[in-house]
């Protein structure tokens, strides 16, 4: 077998030795190994983290100062802006200061709170020009401090100023309200003397002209419902009085009418217009309501005396009368009628006293809003009276009895909400729980009484 030849393996084993080279000094380069004069060394790693380490520190330290310096930038910022909204608030303060020397007027005040404005104003324009010169408070913590002191004083001032203005409009309102409450009880007096006058006139112009001949039924009718007029407004008095002095007006109107079911709460006044009705009706039928004692004291007058006394009366202002004729049998009526409408107990709960009466009984008459909307009630009274006795035959007076059915012919109703209520059933119908108004008969003609409707069982 031949010996190999060195000539033929040399070549290839230097390829090769070149190749792991090559390899080896990428390695090296790699792993941290730098050639140094053609001899390969190591450096060391602790070398590399101390000269890493000393590189952080010097950014950490210089971040720290760019991050101080941003905190006193800020700090210096917001003691700034403390100031501004104090001296903000210091303007608002003194400006309601100045609202509130104006009315009452303050020369004083006014002057003063003038001066501290403009002198805040010119404070904001300093701080305005510290912010553009980048001139900030060299202690912000204590600036701010004093700036929060500063808003809350004004503050507090704003506070006191807008208490005492409202203080002063407070007893601006209330003498207001003292001056409306004169003015209405001023309004109230001409407003009473306007209804009386015009109850006094009323519709009995249109009797001016009026003869015993031409006398009919109509005119009968236009003074009765000028009667009942007065009568509510009396009514409506004495419950007003009622609720002045703590009544209870249920038991009042049930104490009047009994057992009556009302339609509607207000419906408790026909109560107390039936009563006034009865006591100043009764003995209608009689000559003079037989206040002389007996029924026919001068016998029966002929119709046109009777007449005449309506034609005088209607005209004559009621209290001018009463002064001149105490003693006329017109002002014997009112006493009799007074005596009994206005109990005693009544009259000394609302006006704690019984002058009123005591004056009525000796025939002098009070000037007062009570007394004269009950005469102006008894003149309509009397008038109809009169008026009746001028018929020939005399109109008739007559009541409807509790419990009587619903008649169209006889009676109206005072309510409507009996015929509408859908509470009626077949076991019951709507009869008379009492008379408001009495009813007239003249002649064949009939005026229809006013009667309160209530449902009852009819089985």
Same mark, same amino acid.
């Given at each position: 077998?031949?010996?190999?030849?060195?000539?033929?393996?040399?070549?290839?084993?230097?390829?090769?030795?070149?190749?792991?080279?090559?390899?080896?000094?990428?390695?090296?380069?790699?792993?941290?190994?730098?050639?140094?004069?053609?001899?390969?060394?190591?450096?060391?790693?602790?070398?590399?983290?101390?000269?890493?380490?000393?590189?952080?520190?010097?950014?950490?330290?210089?971040?720290?100062?760019?991050?101080?310096?941003?905190?006193?930038?800020?700090?210096?910022?917001?003691?700034?802006?403390?100031?501004?909204?104090?001296?903000?608030?210091?303007?608002?303060?003194?400006?309601?200061?100045?609202?509130?020397?104006?009315?009452?007027?303050?020369?004083?005040?006014?002057?003063?709170?003038?001066?501290?404005?403009?002198?805040?104003?010119?404070?904001?324009?300093?701080?305005?020009?510290?912010?553009?010169?980048?001139?900030?408070?060299?202690?912000?913590?204590?600036?701010?401090?004093?700036?929060?002191?500063?808003?809350?004083?004004?503050?507090?001032?704003?506070?006191?100023?807008? $208490? @005492? +203005?409202?203080?002063?409009?407070?007893?601006?309102?209330?003498? &207001?309200?003292?001056? =409306? *409450?004169? #003015?209405?009880?001023?309004?109230?007096?001409?407003?009473?003397?306007?209804?009386?006058?015009?109850?006094?006139?009323?519709?009995?112009?249109?009797?001016?002209?009026?003869?015993?001949?031409?006398?009919?039924?109509?005119?009968?009718?236009?003074?009765?419902?000028?009667?009942?007029?007065?009568?509510?407004?009396?009514?409506?008095?004495?419950?007003?009085?009622?609720?002045?002095?703590?009544?209870?007006?249920?038991?009042?109107?049930?104490?009047?009418?009994?057992?009556?079911?009302?339609?509607?709460?207000?419906?408790?006044?026909?109560?107390?217009?039936?009563?006034?009705?009865?006591?100043?009706?009764?003995?209608?039928?009689?000559?003079?309501?037989?206040?002389?004692?007996?029924?026919?004291?001068? $016998? @029966? +007058?002929?119709?046109?005396?009777?007449?005449?006394?309506?034609? &005088?009366?209607?005209? =004559? *202002?009621? #209290?001018?009368?009463?002064?001149?004729?105490?003693?006329?049998?017109?002002?014997?009526?009112?006493?009799?009628?007074?005596?009994?409408?206005?109990?005693?107990?009544?009259?000394?709960?609302?006006?704690?006293?019984?002058?009123?009466?005591?004056?009525?009984?000796?025939?002098?008459?009070?000037?007062?809003?009570?007394?004269?909307?009950?005469?102006?009630?008894?003149?309509?009274?009397?008038?109809?009276?009169?008026?009746?006795?001028?018929?020939?035959?005399?109109?008739?007076?007559?009541?409807?009895?509790?419990?009587?059915?619903?008649?169209?012919?006889?009676?109206?109703?005072?309510?409507?909400?009996?015929?509408?209520?859908?509470?009626?059933?077949?076991?019951?119908?709507?009869?008379?729980?009492?008379?408001?108004?009495?009813?007239?008969?003249?002649?064949?003609?009939?005026?229809?009484?006013?009667?309160?409707?209530?449902?009852?069982?009819?089985?």
């Amino acid at each position: 077998m031949d010996a190999v030849k060195p000539s033929a393996v040399t070549p290839s084993k230097s390829k090769w030795v070149r190749t792991l080279s090559k390899v080896l000094h990428r390695h090296a380069a790699t792993a941290g190994i730098v050639p140094d004069d053609g001899v390969q060394k190591f450096k060391p790693k602790e070398t590399e983290d101390w000269n890493n380490s000393k590189t952080a520190k010097r950014l950490s330290q210089k971040f720290d100062s760019l991050h101080d310096e941003e905190l006193e930038r800020r700090d210096a910022l917001e003691a700034l802006t403390a100031k501004i909204f104090a001296t903000v608030s210091a303007i608002k303060a003194e400006y309601a200061h100045l609202q509130y020397a104006q009315s009452p007027y303050d020369a004083e005040g006014i002057q003063a709170a003038d001066r501290s404005i403009v002198s805040d104003l010119k404070k904001l324009s300093e701080l305005k020009q510290c912010f553009l010169k980048k001139q900030y408070d060299p202690s912000p913590e204590h600036a701010i401090f004093l700036a929060d002191l500063q808003e809350h004083k004004c503050l507090l001032k704003t506070f006191e100023i807008m $208490g @005492k +203005k409202l203080e002063s409009q407070l007893k601006l309102k209330e003498s &207001e309200i003292i001056f =409306l *409450r004169e #003015k209405l009880d001023e309004s109230n007096k001409q407003n009473r003397l306007l209804e009386k006058r015009l109850n006094q006139i009323g519709q009995l112009f249109v009797l001016d002209n009026l003869n015993l001949s031409s006398l009919n039924p109509s005119h009968f009718i236009t003074i009765l419902g000028q009667t009942v007029k007065s009568v509510r407004n009396f009514v409506r008095l004495i419950i007003d009085e009622m609720k002045l002095a703590d009544w209870d007006i249920d038991a009042a109107a049930s104490s009047i009418q009994q057992g009556v079911a009302y339609w509607k709460a207000d419906d408790k006044c026909f109560a107390f217009e039936s009563f006034i009705c009865r006591e100043m009706f009764k003995a209608f039928h009689h000559p003079y309501f037989s206040i002389f004692g007996s029924s026919k004291p001068e $016998g @029966k +007058k002929h119709p046109q005396v009777s007449f005449d006394r309506f034609m &005088e009366l209607k005209s =004559l *202002r009621i #209290k001018e009368y009463l002064a001149m004729k105490p003693k006329s049998t017109f002002a014997k009526f009112c006493r009799a009628k007074y005596l009994q409408v206005v109990h005693p107990k009544m009259e000394s709960s609302f006006f704690d006293n019984l002058s009123s009466r005591d004056m009525v009984s000796s025939y002098q008459f009070p000037d007062t809003t009570f007394f004269t909307l009950f005469v102006e009630m008894a003149k309509r009274v009397w008038l109809l009276h009169c008026l009746a006795f001028a018929f020939e035959p005399e109109a008739s007076i007559f009541q409807i009895s509790r419990g009587c059915r619903f008649s169209e012919v006889f009676m109206e109703s005072v309510t409507q909400e009996a015929f509408l209520s859908s509470d009626i059933t077949p076991e019951s119908e709507l009869r008379v729980a009492f008379t408001v108004v009495p009813g007239f008969m003249i002649g064949k003609t009939v005026i229809q009484a006013q009667v309160y409707l209530s449902q009852m069982k009819t089985r």
